[in-house]
């Protein structure tokens, strides 16, 4: 329906090539174009206007910017491009084309910063104590660049922060999943000795230490195992055993328990009892050094050799001691004193290890017991060094 007027138009003119009969007769009534079949895009054109193209670049000015690109010296091209564009509005577009196309084969050269590539390395390597001191000496070295420093620097220390708290998370996590047999960590130690002529002696030593670190509590157990022989006769005879749970209170308090089981016949007792609790206080905690000290009451059981038998209300004051001296020696120091009315007793042990390889070290340990009153015929010190080996699991 939309195309009839145009076919109309376009079949007129044959109407018009071929007379009718009534026009032959009468020119006066000849047929004239009905107005509803004309086209009306081709009665009324629509006007083409020229849009003028850009000027060409001169060939002077493109020899130029070709000269500027040819030296290589990114400088001289954007002073070249920017005098170009200047002078010649009208080529602005082809101007920052061939720059753009100049730019992707030479991008710019980034200058040297010695500084910045010193605090890239040391962030990189995540040691927090290297990073600050070398930002420190970059503020100062550098003033009129501290705060960029400082901006850095805070960066660094926002995204350990978060790296920490992700691993601590995590750790929470995998300590709350974890049954109460699982996550023990330790060591197991043994060793021997021998020697004969004037005096004939062969001896026995063993130990093991557990530890198992929980999100609020940590459960510690300790056994020990001494036996030695002199010309026939049992020279030592010292069998240890503890148990002693640990509650977190916050980062440095602690609350704890210590049940302890001891066998000492050259002492003078077969079995002495020992259980006590109280409060305990980290005063250094790290890698490199730990001390905590301890205390509160304590009950004490012993039955001696002779048959007799003591009981009594004592308290309790313990020490735990922990130097790194290098990545392969250790010092300890293990210490406990328990104060009754009738009889006093301390336990004190200090041990050196060494690290052969892997988890097998060498331990050397000198151990005492001192009871202030002993029963009758018995030495009030008792004194043993072991040479172990000591393995870490």
């Not at 026995?204 to 557990?210: C, H, K, P, Q, Y």
């Not at 302890?260 to 609790?277: A, F, K, M, V």
């Not at 730990?290 to 039955?303: V, W």
Request: charge should be negative.
């Amino acid at each position: 329906m939309t195309n009839l007027p145009r076919l109309a138009a376009l079949c007129l003119p044959l109407a018009f090539a071929v007379p009718s009969a009534h026009a032959a007769q009468d020119p006066a009534e000849s047929l004239q174009p009905n107005p509803l079949l004309v086209d009306p895009v081709l009665a009324n054109p629509i006007p083409t206007a020229l849009v003028p193209l850009d000027p060409e670049l001169p060939i002077a000015v493109r020899a130029m910017i070709d000269a500027a690109f040819a030296s290589g010296d990114n400088d001289d091209v954007e002073a070249v491009a920017r005098f170009a564009r200047r002078t010649n509005p009208g080529n602005v577009g082809e101007i920052d084309a061939l720059l753009a196309y100049y730019r992707s084969e030479h991008p710019p050269e980034t200058p040297p910063d010695p500084i910045g590539n010193m605090l890239a390395a040391a962030i990189a390597s995540a040691k927090d104590a290297d990073v600050e001191a070398v930002g420190k000496l970059a503020k100062e070295t550098n003033p009129e660049n501290a705060q960029e420093i400082e901006e850095r620097l805070v960066a660094y220390r926002a995204e350990r922060k978060r790296l920490r708290d992700e691993a601590a998370a995590a750790e929470r996590a995998r300590l709350a999943a974890a049954k109460f047999w699982q996550h023990w960590k330790g060591e197991g130690q043994i060793g021997a000795s021998q020697s004969s002529g004037n005096t004939e002696s062969v001896g026995f030593s063993a130990g093991v230490a557990l530890a198992r670190q929980g999100i609020d509590w940590t459960h510690k157990f300790r056994a020990q195992a001494d036996y030695q022989r002199t010309n026939g006769k049992t020279s030592v005879e010292r069998y240890l055993g503890e148990l002693e749970p640990q509650y977190r209170i916050n980062d440095r308090t602690f609350a704890f328990g210590l049940a302890r089981w001891e066998h000492d016949r050259i002492l003078g007792y077969d079995t002495r009892w020992n259980l006590s609790g109280g409060l305990g206080y980290k005063v250094f905690d790290s890698k490199k050094m730990t001390l905590s000290l301890k205390g509160g009451p304590a009950f004490r059981q012993t039955d001696f050799v002779s048959g007799e038998e003591d009981t009594e209300l004592t308290a309790l004051a313990g020490v735990d001691f922990g130097w790194q001296i290098s990545p392969t020696l250790r010092l300890t120091q293990v210490a406990s004193t328990i104060i009754g009315e009738a009889n006093g007793s301390t336990s004190s042990q200090t041990a050196l290890n060494a690290k052969l390889t892997g988890a097998l070290s060498a331990r050397i340990a000198y151990s005492a017991q001192i009871d202030t009153s002993p029963p009758p015929g018995i030495e009030s010190v008792d004194t043993q060094t072991r040479f172990t080996l000591v393995y870490g699991f």
